[in-house]
């Protein structure tokens, strides 16, 4: 099912390919197979979301996008890091990501585990070498991005998610959200961030709207990634259908129930669009992806 995805999203994923492309392209002889493991989980499909984040808080706040080129192009490959090393047997064990058998399955796990590493260390690479933009701004992504991706972002949610998973015991509310900021909203907020960073953003009115916005969002997505995991076919997802269910994870489905979590990821919708209001910007792109986030079938 062809997919229409929204105008800031298109621009995203037309721009960020190419540059993709021209990243992961040469390679010694030796590390062949490990570029093609890369390159087989970065480049066959995605909706690059973090870097359309990264590209439409630059655009709001007037900023060519060509300062932020680098930094769409780093959180997508840490995106892509943390997506191969999820789907590992000693994580969520899963078999497919984006339709397409998981860079374990396609390669093996030694070599996706490197694949990851590789992606990882690129991405930090690909922003400190960025000589189109000032040395004190590129400290400042890389600082932005690797909290987002360590004990206090990703690393630190997937953590949590370990633990409870398979338990019999099930997190309050509160966890089970501390959870999901530290996965998934801290490296989506961080794109909005570094958006916001590739402009140099120094009004804290305008900082404070658009972080509450990020917040929000982080949020409402993986409500509605747990949603799709219920109601979802796989062949919108991409990925098994009730794969969480029979791993038992905990979700909001699981924790709060089906009904209460659309009410949830819609609230928060609304929220993330109440805090753009004070912006003094043309805030409609922003407005834009969040709609698709809570929309989206996959």
């Not at 709060?256 to 993330?272: I, K, T």
Request: aromatic letters at 6%; one cysteine or more.
């Amino acid at each position: 099912m062809m997919i229409q995805f929204p105008e800031p999203l298109a621009l995203a994923q037309a721009r960020i390919e190419p540059l993709l492309q021209h990243y992961l392209a040469g390679s010694p002889e030796a590390a062949s197979r490990l570029l093609s493991a890369m390159r087989y989980a970065n480049l066959e499909g995605g909706k690059r979301l973090r870097a359309a984040l990264v590209y439409t808080a630059a655009q709001t706040l007037g900023v060519a996008l060509e300062q932020a080129d680098s930094a769409a192009v780093a959180v997508e490959l840490v995106h892509t890091y943390s997506l191969i090393h999820d789907d590992l047997p000693a994580m969520d064990d899963s078999p497919l990501r984006r339709g397409m058998p998981s860079c374990h399955i396609a390669y093996d796990e030694a070599t996706a585990i490197l694949a990851g590493d590789a992606l990882q260390a690129l991405a930090f690479e690909v922003l400190a070498s960025d000589e189109n933009v000032a040395i004190g701004t590129r400290l400042k992504l890389v600082h932005t991005l690797a909290t987002a991706s360590g004990l206090q972002g990703m690393a630190g949610g997937q953590m949590i998610d370990l633990v409870y998973t398979g338990q019999n015991q099930k997190p309050g509310l509160w966890e089970l959200q501390e959870m999901h900021r530290l996965k998934t909203g801290a490296l989506l907020q961080a794109s909005i961030s570094m958006g916001c960073i590739c402009a140099q953003l120094s009004d804290l009115v305008i900082q404070k709207a658009i972080l509450a916005y990020g917040e929000a969002l982080g949020l409402a997505y993986q409500i509605q990634d747990d949603i799709l995991d219920v109601v979802s076919l796989e062949g919108d997802l991409g990925k098994p259908q009730g794969h969480d269910a029979s791993l038992h994870k905990m979700t909001y489905p699981a924790v709060v129930g089906l009904e209460e979590a659309y009410a949830m990821r819609d609230a928060l919708y609304q929220q993330g669009l109440a805090a753009l209001e004070p912006i003094p910007l043309d805030t409609s792109r922003l407005s834009t992806l969040f709609a698709f986030v809570v929309q989206r079938s996959s």
